[in-house]
């Protein structure tokens, strides 16, 4: 059955977690948005697919491409820059490929070039609010933000990816307040473990299983490596991400 | 149920209790850590901002606040000369924060990462070295402004 697949149940996550953020927004214009970037990449990649006669199939992975970037992109950008994203995004997962695979996370690819052209940065609006707080509404906001860990940890069994990632970055971020002497365990904690941004990017986007090693020792030094590209050179988590995938995409 | 799904979920409960047990009694949640170096020295105020006029810089000290509402930060975008203090006041109508970028890692400039600040609350920062430098509210990213330094 389709919904047994990792990607449509990833698809159903990322679902619930837009209409989270809609509500928690108070408006539905961003859910528009979602789903004008979703039809796009659906659209583009069955174009492009057809382009490079290969036979048709489900798209499954542009839709949860197109759910990560109406999560990511600040619904207050023109229309136009969404379907950009999207295009640019199934344009690098169709033809940035070696060997037939793919080099690049599609969605981060589409938002960093589409970045670079418009200068503006990635919004997160729809994984940031999240943060773990002491009520029911909070809790249920931070367990549907959990939900897509379901298919990246247990089903794909990438957890190895999000353990290196988390031990390197918590440590190195760790290191940076004691130099700071601005440490706080607590703190520490809650802008990385806990924080919902990276934990979306850890659980959904860094795991993504078309352009991540598929071995044990590969995993460990791709996780590893997207921590510290962010940190030691400053890089955002999605910049960092196309490093890592640049770096790693033989270990396939 | 599978082993898998128990032991996932057993995992998911034992970090949001854990979430639980280090947010129990703190009640504020800064993102980012107050950096305390000596050079530039980020000030922090919880309370509301009274401004003292000055015979000579009253203008000047209300060109280098930037106002937080719902709708972001304004100005967007200040230009001011090394050596000047730079205020952040809150009237969002909730907490916010002023962050370093990139998000969510902060690491562009260190000095800038002044944490959470409440409704109605200020805090500032005295920019020293010439340079630009983007900032955002950690709690809505889409948030952003840049200081540029001259």
Same mark, same amino acid.
């Given at each position: 059955?389709?919904?047994?697949?990792?990607?449509?149940?990833?698809?159903?996550?990322?679902?619930?977690?837009?209409?989270?953020?809609?509500?928690?927004?108070?408006?539905?214009?961003?859910?528009?948005?979602?789903?004008?970037?979703?039809?796009?990449?659906?659209?583009?990649?069955?174009?492009?697919?057809?382009?490079?006669?290969?036979?048709?199939?489900?798209?499954?992975?542009?839709?949860?491409?197109?759910?990560?970037?109406?999560?990511?992109?600040?619904?207050?950008?023109?229309?136009?820059?969404?379907?950009?994203?999207?295009?640019?995004?199934?344009?690098?997962?169709?033809?940035?490929?070696?060997?037939?695979?793919?080099?690049?996370?599609?969605?981060?690819?589409?938002?960093?070039?589409?970045?670079?052209?418009?200068?503006?940065?990635?919004?997160?609006?729809?994984?940031?609010?999240?943060?773990?707080?002491?009520?029911?509404?909070?809790?249920?906001?931070?367990?549907? %933000? /959990?939900?897509?860990?379901? +298919?990246? &940890?247990?089903?794909?069994?990438?957890?190895?990816? !999000? $353990?290196?990632?988390?031990? =390197?970055?918590?440590?190195?971020?760790?290191?940076?307040?004691?130099?700071?002497?601005?440490?706080?365990?607590?703190?520490?904690?809650?802008?990385?473990?806990?924080?919902?941004?990276?934990?979306?990017?850890?659980?959904?986007?860094?795991?993504?299983?078309?352009?991540?090693?598929?071995?044990?020792?590969?995993? %460990? /030094?791709?996780?590893?490596? +997207?921590? &510290?590209?962010?940190?030691?050179?400053?890089?955002? !988590? $999605?910049?960092?991400?196309? =490093?890592?995938?640049?770096?790693?995409?033989?270990?396939? | 149920?599978?082993?898998?799904?128990?032991?996932?979920?057993?995992?998911?409960?034992?970090?949001?209790?854990?979430?639980?047990?280090?947010?129990?009694?703190?009640?504020?949640?800064?993102?980012?850590?107050?950096?305390?170096?000596?050079?530039?020295?980020?000030?922090?105020?919880?309370?509301?901002?009274?401004?003292?006029?000055?015979?000579?810089?009253?203008?000047?000290?209300?060109?280098?606040?930037?106002?937080?509402?719902?709708?972001?930060?304004?100005?967007?975008?200040?230009?001011?000369?090394?050596?000047?203090?730079?205020?952040?006041?809150?009237?969002?109508?909730?907490?916010?924060?002023?962050?370093?970028?990139?998000?969510?890692?902060?690491?562009?400039?260190?000095?800038?990462?002044?944490?959470?600040?409440?409704?109605?609350?200020?805090?500032?920062?005295?920019?020293?070295?010439?340079?630009?430098?983007?900032?955002?509210?950690?709690?809505?990213?889409?948030?952003?402004?840049?200081?540029?330094?001259?």
């Amino acid at each position: 059955m389709l919904i047994g697949t990792s990607k449509i149940q990833m698809a159903i996550f990322l679902i619930l977690i837009a209409i989270s953020a809609a509500f928690f927004e108070k408006r539905f214009f961003p859910l528009a948005m979602t789903g004008l970037a979703v039809l796009t990449t659906i659209s583009t990649d069955m174009v492009l697919i057809r382009l490079r006669r290969v036979e048709p199939f489900l798209p499954s992975a542009a839709i949860v491409s197109g759910l990560i970037i109406g999560l990511l992109s600040a619904p207050t950008l023109p229309w136009y820059h969404i379907v950009i994203v999207s295009v640019m995004a199934m344009a690098g997962k169709n033809f940035l490929r070696f060997e037939n695979k793919h080099i690049f996370n599609p969605a981060a690819s589409g938002l960093f070039i589409t970045g670079l052209l418009f200068m503006h940065s990635v919004s997160w609006w729809g994984v940031s609010f999240q943060t773990l707080q002491i009520n029911p509404v909070s809790l249920l906001f931070f367990l549907i %933000l /959990l939900s897509p860990g379901y +298919v990246s &940890m247990i089903h794909l069994r990438r957890y190895k990816i !999000l $353990i290196s990632f988390f031990m =390197v970055y918590i440590l190195f971020i760790g290191v940076l307040q004691l130099i700071q002497h601005s440490f706080n365990f607590k703190n520490l904690l809650m802008g990385t473990l806990f924080d919902p941004t990276t934990l979306f990017f850890s659980l959904v986007m860094l795991p993504e299983p078309m352009t991540t090693p598929n071995h044990h020792l590969p995993q %460990l /030094l791709f996780g590893a490596a +997207v921590a &510290m590209v962010a940190i030691f050179f400053r890089f955002s !988590l $999605i910049e960092a991400l196309l =490093v890592g995938n640049l770096l790693f995409f033989r270990f396939r | 149920m599978s082993n898998k799904v128990v032991v996932g979920i057993v995992v998911a409960v034992i970090v949001v209790l854990a979430g639980f047990f280090l947010v129990y009694n703190k009640p504020s949640y800064s993102p980012s850590p107050q950096p305390q170096s000596s050079t530039p020295r980020p000030q922090k105020s919880t309370s509301p901002v009274t401004v003292q006029p000055s015979a000579t810089n009253e203008a000047t000290k209300e060109q280098n606040v930037i106002t937080l509402t719902a709708g972001g930060f304004s100005p967007s975008t200040l230009t001011v000369k090394a050596g000047t203090k730079v205020s952040w006041i809150n009237k969002s109508g909730s907490q916010a924060t002023v962050n370093s970028i990139p998000h969510p890692v902060h690491t562009n400039y260190q000095p800038l990462n002044l944490g959470s600040f409440t409704d109605g609350s200020t805090i500032s920062l005295t920019f020293d070295k010439a340079g630009t430098y983007g900032y955002h509210n950690h709690l809505n990213p889409g948030q952003t402004g840049t200081i540029i330094v001259q």
